[in-house]
């Protein structure tokens, strides 16, 4: 079963808005990863963050994390044709496996 | 990127044939690991490699097999394919295993059709 849920299930923005989704998983988590899957192609990795971590960037990208409501939100600002993509959460609780969710497709809109 | 490159990139079987995916890394990382990507699931972990011939199931192996004879690369078997395994199966690398805050690194999959 899915770890983590994202939300909404597809997203469609104008260029240079900002792009939100969410994730929310079932148990506790070393941390949480962001990957983008382009059309075609494997998942790349966007950015981690830690359980004890609220809140980090890297670029464009503003990624925060709630244990207490174990949820985690995924920020794009004023996106680009070019982030156009699925977005997934992956949950790491220290066992052997990433938990994926089923991600979040985002279209944007020239 | 990662030297990830997985063979072949499609392919069409029929029900009931022995396949083999290959994937093939350049990184010389420790950890390798199968999925298979469906509408709907997300990404599942089929098996996964810790080291030259020490292998693992996922949550999802039944009617698959791994073997890793060599650090840079690891093959899955599908021994007797179904229509149900048709799938998009991405292979994956990582320095270290999880919970140590490693990413995953992706190859960019082969997409499978049992007919």
């Known amino acids: 079963s899915q770890q983590g849920e994202e939300d909404p299930q597809a997203l469609s923005i104008q260029e240079g808005e900002n792009a939100t989704m969410n994730c929310s998983y079932k148990t506790s988590i070393n941390n949480l990863q962001w990957y983008r899957q382009n059309s075609g192609r494997g998942l790349v990795h966007l950015i981690l963050?830690?359980?004890?971590?609220r809140e980090k960037h890297s670029g464009r990208l503003r990624v925060t994390l709630d244990t207490s409501k174990k949820s985690s939100s995924l920020l794009i600002t004023a996106s680009r044709a070019a982030d156009t993509a699925s977005y997934f959460c992956?949950?790491?609780?220290?066992?052997?496996?990433?938990?994926f969710g089923a991600g979040t497709t985002v279209t944007v809109r020239a | 990127d990662a030297g990830i490159t997985q063979s072949p990139r499609h392919k069409v079987t029929e029900t009931g044939t022995p396949v083999t995916l290959r994937c093939h890394q350049t990184?010389?990382?420790?950890?390798m690991y199968w999925y298979r990507q469906d509408p709907g699931h997300g990404l599942r972990l089929i098996h996964y490699s810790y080291g030259v011939k020490d292998t693992d199931k996922g949550e999802v192996s039944d009617g698959y097999s791994v073997s890793r004879s060599k650090t840079e690369d690891f093959l899955l078997t599908l021994e007797s394919a179904t229509s149900s395994q048709t799938s998009v199966y991405f292979c994956a690398i990582s320095e270290r295993g999880q919970g140590s805050g490693q990413p995953q690194h992706f190859g960019d999959g082969t997409r499978l059709s049992i007919l």
């Open positions: 992956a949950t790491d609780a220290g066992d052997y496996k990433l938990s």
């Open positions: 990184e010389n990382h420790r950890y």
């Open positions: 963050i830690r359980s004890n971590e």
